[in-house]
């Protein structure tokens, strides 16, 4: 499956991060002691990274839209602990022997103003999905649908979908070959239910301001003051309220990292992310906290270079980064040096074994290796000096990330003259998805727990094969995984190994780091989870320990 643009350019480096709605908090080593203490009532205060930028379920693309989504919505499945979807609206599901038709038993819940959920609700968001016209640009998440691609593509009447309501409470999904993460993706925000009759009562102004809403989650949208704060009050409507501890999260927009940390020090956030500059000023308080995420930063390399259309330089490049040095000491935020193109604690094969853990490290630091290859391509291209431009965003943090790689490859391959490129972000990502570049710093994250979601990007069809790399091999492993593998678990998750590793023996990409967060978070927040894709934060099980 096709991943869109907007999350390259959440990940790209020197954007922020993917999923950042919320920063991370904590107490201050040197004197914030005293706010660590619980309020009164369950009641938390939260930083956000922007404005929220759409409240539209069809249109959300970005992390900021989806963690707020999340919260106040619930699809037929939810994400909970460790990237698990757990029954939502659904409280239970039929698979059929060969596991194409998925009959979901919707529960008793409503919507925010007393209306029930039905099968219907999701049968009218699904189908404006997928419809051509809403311009959705995750509508291609539901093309594994009876006729959600025919659809898309004009060529089938909307109310085709493979999508019935057998009765209110009732749905059923037809797909047209096994989706082994198809519950997965019901959690996803592009998935969540829309009441019609609500939303055309609305017309233009649907979704708007917290007054052209309604909500079927564990919280809902108020005081909605935009570019400056919201609240998440809880819902009283929600199915499952009983769990629901807190009562309101109150959210203020910071978007300076310096301005965050101080209102975390000064009481008046309890959770803040911290970038590489803050790290070591807090690593020793007992409230910092690390976690490995897993979205993943490489190097594109442009095979529209004469160079970089050799595999042996570009298997020295891979070789010759020190990629442990760099998270050690530019990072330093609990990344972790990339070992694949698939990140690690992200998917797991049928046997509940790690995918990365299983394939191993296929992108070794290896510095003798790398000088053997690039003498190798250096001979083959007929030259002893080489000259390669590195495109990288212009803030500090990727300016350093320039200036390191600089560093490490003109030191460890001989002749070779790396020119830095930093610009803009909006200007960077155009060069990216333009291919106008020749080495690129990128990132990708996933939109659901699969394997998948990352190789699908090199295909020699892909729309995100910006480097024009093109292996029949590969193509056709990508091509069964997709289609003639689909129902075979096992043979699948092999088959997506095999093609891991025919992609980096390639050199066609070069792993970076398995970002990494820090955060500071007050003592008493507890229950909160967090979550890889469709959102960082859900705060159903949250609640103020008193």
């Avoid at 920063?23 to 369950?42: S, V, W």
């Avoid at 492993?477 to 997709?482: F, N, Q, S, W």
Wanted: proline residues 3%; charged residues 30%; neutral net charge.
């Amino acid at each position: 499956m096709k991943k869109k643009v907007v999350p390259v350019v959440a990940s790209v480096l020197g954007a922020s991060l993917l999923l950042t709605a919320c920063g991370g908090n904590k107490d201050n080593a040197g004197g914030a002691k005293a706010n660590d203490k619980a309020n009164d009532k369950q009641a938390i205060n939260l930083s956000f990274a922007s404005e929220i930028p759409t409240m539209d379920v069809a249109k959300a693309t970005d992390g900021e839209s989806m963690n707020v989504m999340r919260n106040v919505f619930e699809g037929l499945y939810a994400m909970g602990e460790d990237n698990k979807p757990i029954p939502g609206v659904a409280e239970s599901v039929d698979i059929s022997p060969d596991k194409t038709k998925y009959t979901f038993h919707l529960r008793d819940s409503k919507w925010s103003n007393g209306t029930p959920v039905t099968a219907k609700d999701f049968i009218f968001a699904w189908q404006r999905a997928v419809n051509p016209e809403t311009a959705a640009e995750y509508a291609f998440l539901f093309f594994d649908i009876k006729n959600a691609k025919q659809i898309n593509q004009k060529e089938v009447a909307i109310d085709q979908l493979g999508v019935k309501a057998l009765d209110d409470k009732t749905l059923e999904v037809q797909l047209d070959r096994p989706v082994p993460y198809f519950l997965s993706l019901t959690t996803f925000s592009t998935f969540l239910p829309i009441n019609e009759e609500y939303l055309k009562s609305q017309g233009d102004k649907y979704g708007l301001e917290t007054k052209h809403l309604i909500y079927n989650g564990a919280f809902t949208l108020d005081n909605w003051k935009h570019e400056q704060s919201f609240q998440l009050k809880k819902n009283p409507n929600y199915w499952d309220a009983k769990t629901v501890k807190l009562e309101e999260i109150n959210f203020n927009v910071v978007k300076d990292k310096s301005t965050e940390v101080n209102l975390y020090d000064s009481g008046q956030i309890d959770r803040v992310a911290l970038t590489a500059e803050f790290v070591d000023k807090y690593k020793n308080d007992s409230n910092f906290k690390e976690r490995a995420e897993v979205g993943i930063q490489f190097l594109r390399l442009n095979q529209k270079n004469a160079v970089l259309k050799n595999q042996h330089a570009r298997l020295a490049i891979n070789g010759a980064m020190n990629k442990k040095a760099y998270v050690e000491t530019i990072l330093n935020n609990g990344a972790i040096p990339a070992e694949g193109m698939v990140p690690a604690k992200f998917a797991k094969n049928p046997d509940g074994n790690d995918f990365r853990k299983e394939n191993g490290n296929l992108v070794k630091d290896d510095v003798k290796t790398a000088k053997e290859n690039w003498k190798k391509a250096k001979q083959e291209l007929g030259t002893d000096k080489v000259t390669i431009e590195l495109l990288t965003s212009d803030n500090a943090l990727a300016k350093k990330t320039g200036e390191y790689l600089k560093g490490e490859l003109e030191k460890n391959l001989d002749g070779l003259t790396v020119n830095l490129k930093p610009q803009p972000r909006k200007q960077q990502l155009k060069l990216l998805l333009s291919g106008d570049y020749e080495i690129g710093i990128d990132g990708w994250g996933p939109d659901f727990a699969d394997p998948i979601t990352f190789l699908d990007l090199f295909t020699t069809d892909s729309a995100y094969n910006f480097d024009k790399y093109s292996n029949k091999e590969y193509d056709e492993l990508i091509r069964k995984v997709k289609t003639d593998l689909a129902g075979d678990e096992k043979a699948r998750f092999e088959a997506m190994k095999q093609a891991e590793k025919i992609l980096l023996q390639d050199g066609a990409v070069a792993p970076l780091y398995q970002q990494g967060r820090s955060y500071l978070q007050r003592g008493f927040i507890k229950g909160l989870v967090t979550t890889d894709f469709g959102g960082e934060f859900n705060y159903k099980w949250t609640e103020v320990a008193k």
